[in-house]
Every structure is written in structure tokens, then in C-alpha cells.
């Protein structure tokens, strides 16, 4: 049996309050409802789903092999925390 595709969303604008991350990938799960109504059902870390306003995402298309690691049992519960910023470089004058 062939398993349902996968779809992916970065989020572009998190509205004060919510608990969203600007820069952060999520999966989005099918609701023709919510999608009526402007809204985009999201699956966060916990594995529960929520309705948000589908202008604070953007489209993403993955790699396979993205997909695979991101539904990896293996995969560490927050792996998923966006860009973090590297060690601050220093100039040498």
C-alpha cells in the first residue's frame, strides 16, 4: 500500500503568541476545510496537530533523503530547532 506523499512547509512570520518558529520546517497534514478558510493544519515536535493562518508559511520541496531523516524514529525528539546562529567571529585589526 502506497503511503500518502508528504508535504513540507517553512514558516515565514510567527504572530506574537504563537508557538511557531520563523525559520523552522513543519509537516503539514491535509484539512480542505481549514484550507477553505485560510488556515494550514501543522504538525509540531509533539506530534499534535494545529491550525495556523496559511500566509505565515512558505512552500518547502525536500530531498527524499531529508524526508527519510525527518521521520526517522532515530531522529532526536527537537532536532528540528531552525537555523541556530554559529559561534560569534571576532576581527583581528
Do not use: W
Amino acid at each position: 500500500m502506497k503511503q500518502p506523499k508528504r508535504n513540507y512547509v517553512i514558516c515565514i512570520r510567527a504572530d506574537e503568541g504563537t508557538d511557531i518558529e520563523v525559520r523552522k520546517v513543519y509537516e503539514t497534514l491535509p484539512d480542505e476545510i481549514a484550507a477553505k478558510r485560510g488556515y494550514i493544519r501543522i504538525v509540531d515536535e509533539s506530534g499534535d496537530d494545529y491550525l495556523y493562518p496559511k500566509d505565515c508559511f512558505a512552500p518547502v520541496h525536500l530531498a527524499e533523503e531529508t524526508v527519510r531523516a525527518l521521520r526517522s524514529p532515530s531522529a532526536p525528539k527537537r532536532a528540528n530547532k531552525g537555523m541556530q546562529p554559529t559561534a560569534q567571529r571576532t576581527r583581528r585589526g
